[in-house]
């Protein structure tokens, strides 16, 4: 293969499309399947037949505004209709040559104006399972570009300048941490995509590694050529049976292209993938135990250094990156660092995708420029609390974020600043809260996600997890006293110092930003034995007032 | 110049300028030099785990703990082992050990031979505030010379390591995860049906009444793990 | 020292251990019978606990609505609380039954081991709580002394230093199971 | 050193071949545990005693190691599902949107805990940590089928279904 070929099949693609007037593209996404898509699609596919029009039905991965699926895209118009349901697909193919079908139009416009698209830039617009509809959208060309016209140093530069960082959670600088990889000794390396999405709340890289998997793989490649491996490994939730399939066919399909194996376009590099699946252990995010996982053992977590990047698989030089990091580097390659570097805030580069989910309007996934405000995500692309609710807090970074509380709107979503706030970017779970949610009560079921997730090897982690769930609990079920309140903070302390890995190390996070922003709602709890947003049963109250009675009787 | 000549590297613990070789840890030379670190964990002779995080240390410079078993020196580096910090997590360590499983030192067949009860003794435990969770654990006694009481147990896998790392038999490991977590012997069955080669190392690492010797019930039960050390450095001669 | 300390001692759920250990104390006793007046113990014939008591050392542990009510009230008539020996610290041997609930302990003492009339007495045995627990769950302890029980020199010196107000390094004289 | 030799297949069942074909293309190596334990659950549905040795004893693992990594991971299981299993999701987005009164209320009309299988072998009850569907929190899956904005009624009315069949 060389960019010539590549850019012969993108032709070939072009050509085909050209032969169809019309192009109506499905979402075929979870949240859309599960509202009947598929049923919209034979629909579709059917009565397109019988019109005589010429229409290409494409199923696509998401679209992005889940809330409002299922969602169809008809090109070269670009209408988005949303919630078609299956009895709407003869209007649909009616209308193409004449006026859209206007009552399932949908006003979108604000919700993605404010977007920008680099990682999702083909969400929704190329079949996943179709690796030429990839080629046809500029698909492996930065793998092409990077083997035959940049030294793997050159890689690493321009990964560097662009100012990525890994998009896992823990913001380290990509550049930085393939120079470390690249500059081991050793003539075997691995790379490793951390597919192992555990956050609750956060389904980005799902929807990546399903609606759009040949970028994560070229990412991949090009990590490898840039720091000289040649076998890599993703690790996928099993808990993602689309995505291991997409995965699978995808790399099939980039084997048979030349894209992948031996002698990758003619050139002398050599690079292979192949899927891990994981089990069901939230832990197996943390790098250390997902490369436990990968060599077949409990995913348990080791001391760091050695870093992965000097000692990983099989003592290997490992680089590991997240699913969006690698979704990052072929658009970077193309473009050039400096494009990205002009995009983002100051110390925060680029776009993040975020999973925006909870008491809000517009849920679904949006991809936004870092440094964006944190109102313009609630207010102009979520649209909104609905049901005459008030915004109480936004979770960010899953069991290891924190709360931010309503009148912190103005903030700019950056690595540091959501640190500085109590919080963590993470992976990219945003979770809108309203009146209805108690924050002890929140904190309460991160506590307890987080202790039932702990591997159980270092102490802090295993016991003193649980025992933060057991102070939380007396809390909210109204026996909690102001020792306990005192006990539950020096704990949080210890567990965030002395645990293993970042797990343990987060873990107090959710209780620490809900003290630090809702300490009212926990003296609330104790003093009055009241819930003020009326979640917490507070069943244990009355015995205890009943006991103290006793006492003084 | 930074690097000092012949791979030796000197730094301060505690205040004492020592000087140590390259790719020792910190607990190797802090005990080199009769500087106390308290680990449970840790057995000399056997892999580190850096589990108990009871041998953590501060570095002057750096926010960050650092377990002493597996960190090792670097030049100029500067290092306290007990400091308020550290003596404050090492006691809220040790209580949620106290809290996590049911340790009646009373009854026990190691009260007085026990690292767990001797170290809350020496980092001035008198008593534990998180809330006991008294859970319940099993009891196997179908070995015909041991027992494993789990009430006592504190998932240091001492037991597990000597018999995957010495013996050669891998008969423990750990099975759940989290708070549930338990060792066992193979497939979760009886430790007397078990694979088990009967040489007891694993009874004799560890720390707590939780492995012990059926002779010697109600008796003074101490154990005598020194044999390690000895059999690495006959396996090394060889 | 004009009027002498009002010193009280009393005992939940133990085995009276620390008692005994606390009498081992021998002549010592005569000596400590010169700072301190014992208002209230099980040695001393006295039926309710006294107010404005200086010193109260409590054995056992809170294993009854009984006990919890004792420990209250204990509590709000002492300025301070000593915690002795294990059963009142850790809950120690009276816990034991923690796993396994109250239940099984009344059914195997009162039932499967009864040979006449077997029933759960209700009159003179309290209400057990679920949970038996030390003392610091229900109120504030200022002195933990642990030890099963704590030495009669444990017992001396710690006294000693508490009433003459010395420093005293409780870790140095004891722990737990000692 | 002798040539190492797999032990038997643990019977006549087709499905072992599918288990030994998982570790045969994995060079019979240890670090193929996991892929094989995912091969035996989905071909058998669950994990038992024999399987786990026979994976063990087949990839040289220990038999404590090889528990100690199915007992590790949920995804695994010990106990045969019932006929139909309903999981549903305690993700954040579906917790915020009142998942804990879903399982409560599946709970109590099955009388049983999240994680068990009815008596009658029909249905089992579990929960997932986030399916990645959040934004139609909460889901349920039903058989694999997912389910979004689920109300209580709805998911009353399919337990029923199930329960007659």
């Known amino acids: 293969m060389t960019i010539e070929e590549l850019e012969q099949i993108a032709k070939t693609v072009q050509l085909e499309n050209s032969r169809y007037d019309y192009e109506v593209n499905v979402c075929m996404d979870l949240a859309c399947a599960s509202q009947g898509a598929g049923l919209l699609r034979d629909a579709l596919s059917r009565l397109a037949e019988a019109s005589g029009k010429k229409v290409l039905i494409r199923k696509t991965g998401c679209m992005g505004p889940c809330s409002s699926g299922p969602l169809v895209r008809v090109d070269p118009d670009d209408t988005l209709y949303a919630k078609v349901k299956e009895t709407n697909a003869e209007a649909i193919i009616n209308s193409l040559g004449e006026k859209p079908v206007a009552e399932l139009q949908c006003d979108l416009n604000e919700h993605f104006d404010k977007q920008v698209r680099v990682v999702l830039e083909n969400a929704g617009h190329i079949d996943p399972e179709k690796i030429d509809d990839y080629i046809s959208r500029d698909g492996y060309k930065a793998l092409l570009t990077a083997l035959t016209e940049m030294t793997p140093n050159g890689v690493v530069h321009r990964i560097t300048e662009s100012g990525l960082r890994g998009r896992g959670g823990g913001g380290y600088p990509t550049g930085l941490k393939w120079g470390t990889v690249a500059k081991a000794s050793g003539d075997v390396k691995y790379v490793v995509c951390n597919g192992d999405e555990g956050d609750p709340g956060a389904f980005m890289d799902r929807s990546v590694m399903e609606g759009d998997p040949h970028r994560v793989i070229e990412g991949m490649a090009i990590a490898a050529y840039a720091v ?33 194996g031996s002698g990758i376009c003619n050139t002398t590099f050599n690079f292979d993938i192949e899927i891990r699946l994981g089990a069901g252990a939230f832990v197996c995010g943390e790098e250390t135990a997902l490369l436990a996982s990968i060599e077949g053992r409990r995913g348990t977590p080791k001391p760091r250094p050695p870093y992965p990047a000097v000692s990983g698989l099989w003592g290997k030089p490992t680089l590991i990156n997240n699913v969006e990091t690698y979704a990052n580097i072929a658009p970077i390659v193309r473009n050039g660092g400096k494009w990205f570097f002009n995009m983002g805030s100051e110390r925060s580069k680029g776009t993040k995708v975020f999973a925006l989910t909870g008491r809000i309007k517009n849920t679904g996934l949006i991809e936004v420029p870092l440094g964006i405000k944190l109102w313009e995500i609630i207010d102009v692309i979520g649209g909104g609390v609905p049901g005459g609710h008030k915004l109480k807090a936004i979770q960010t970074g899953g069991p290891s974020g924190g709360c931010i509380p309503a009148d912190m709107m103005s903030l700019g979503v950056s690595y540091d600043a959501l640190m500085a706030a109590g919080s963590i970017m993470g992976s990219g779970g945003m979770i809108v809260m309203d009146d209805t949610s108690c924050m002890v009560n929140v904190a309460r079921f991160f506590v307890e996600f987080c202790m039932t997730e702990s591997c159980g090897k270092c102490i802090p982690c295993r016991a003193g997890t649980a025992q933060m769930y057991t102070l939380l609990t007396r809390i909210c079920d109204g026996t909690g006293t102001m020792d306990d309140l005192e006990l539950l903070i020096e704990l949080c302390d210890t567990v965030r110092e002395t645990s293993l890995c970042g797990l343990g190390q987060t873990a107090p996070n959710p209780v620490l930003s809900t003290l630090k922003y809702f300490k009212n709602e926990y003296l609330e709890h104790i003093m009055h034995k009241r819930c003020p947003a009326g979640v917490c049963s507070m069943a244990g109250a009355p015995a205890a007032q009943t006991a103290a009675a006793e006492v003084l009787a | 110049m930074t690097e000092a000549p012949f791979d030796v590297k000197t730094l301060e613990i505690d205040g004492r300028e020592l000087s140590a070789r390259r790719g020792q840890t910190i607990l190797e030379v802090a005990r080199e030099n009769d500087i106390n670190i308290p680990t449970l964990c840790n057995m000399e002779g056997l892999s580190n785990v850096g589990a108990c995080r009871l041998c953590l240390v501060e570095i002057k410079g750096s926010n960050k703990l650092l377990p002493a078993c597996v960190a090792t020196v670097s030049e100029g580096m500067v290092v306290s082992t007990n400091t308020e910090r550290l003596q404050k997590h090492r006691r809220n360590i040790l209580e949620l050990l106290f809290a996590e499983r049911n340790h009646v030192c009373s009854v026990c067949v190691s009260n007085g031979h026990c690292e767990l009860q001797s170290m809350a003794q020496d980092q001035g435990l008198t008593h534990v505030r998180m809330p006991y969770r008294n859970p319940h654990l099993p009891v196997d006694a179908s070995h015909e010379r041991f027992t494993v009481d789990h009430n006592r147990c504190i998932l240091c896998t001492r037991c597990v390591r000597v018999c995957g790392e010495i013996e050669g038999a891998h008969v423990w490991d750990v099975m759940g995860r989290g708070i549930d977590s338990m060792v066992i012997t193979d497939l979760h069955e009886d430790w007397g049906k078990s694979t088990c080669t009967r040489c007891g190392k694993c009874v004799q690492v560890c720390p707590t009444g939780a492995l012990f010797d059926k002779s010697k019930i109600g008796s003074d039960h101490p154990k005598y793990p020194d044999f390690l050390p000895y059999l690495n450095l006959m396996r090394e001669a060889r | 020292m004009s009027s002498k300390l009002k010193l009280a001692t009393a005992w939940l759920d133990g085995c009276s251990g620390c008692h005994m250990s606390f009498l081992d104390m021998d002549e010592r006793l005569l000596e400590l019978a010169e700072l301190v007046d014992v208002v209230y113990s099980p040695v001393v014939d006295t039926k309710d606990f006294p107010d404005n008591v200086d010193i109260a050392l409590v054995e056992g542990a809170v294993a009854s609505v009984d006990d919890e009510k004792k420990i209250r009230k204990i509590r709000a008539h002492s300025r301070m609380l000593i915690a002795m020996g294990d059963c009142a610290i850790t809950g120690n041997v009276p816990s034991m039954r923690n796993p396994i609930g109250p239940d099984a302990i009344l059914d195997r003492a009162y039932f499967e081991n009864a040979t006449i009339q077997p029933q759960i007495p209700c009159v003179v045995v309290p209400k057990l709580l679920k949970t038996v627990k030390p003392i610091h769950e229900f109120v504030k302890v200022d002195v933990f002394l642990p030890g099963c029980p704590p030495s009669a020199d444990t017992f001396h010196t710690a006294l000693t230093a508490l009433i003459t107000g010395e420093p005293l390094d409780i870790p140095a004289l004891t722990r737990f199971g000692a | 050193m002798a040539a190492f030799t797999p032990p038997p297949l643990p019977s006549d069942d087709k499905r072992w071949k599918i288990v030994a074909g998982t570790m045969r293309k994995n060079g019979f190596a240890r670090h193929a545990l996991i892929e094989t334990l995912h091969t035996v659950q989905s071909s058998f549905g669950y994990l038992d005693d024999d399987a786990i040795r026979f994976v063990a004893k087949s990839l040289r693992v220990p038999l404590s190691q090889a528990y100690g990594v199915v007992t590790f991971y949920h995804y695994f299981s010990l106990k045969p599902p019932g006929k139909h299993t309903m999981t549903l999701c305690a993700g954040t987005a579906c917790y915020i949107k009142g998942t804990d009164k879903l399982i409560a209320s599946a709970e109590k009309h099955l009388t049983l805990k999240a994680g068990q299988t009815t008596k009658d072998g029909q249905i089992s009850l579990m929960t997932a940590r986030c399916v990645g569907a959040c934004s139609r929190a909460p889901v349920m899956i039903c058989d694999g089928e997912v389910a979004g904005e689920v109300t209580d009624e709805q998911m009353i009315a399919q337990l029923e279904r199930w329960a007659v069949e």
């Open chain 1, 228 to 260: 000289g491996a040649s076998k890599g490994f993703i690790y996928v939730r099993a808990e993602y049976p689309v995505a291991v399939a997409r995965l699978t066919t995808a790399l099939r399909e980039a084997r048979r292209r030349g894209l992948l």
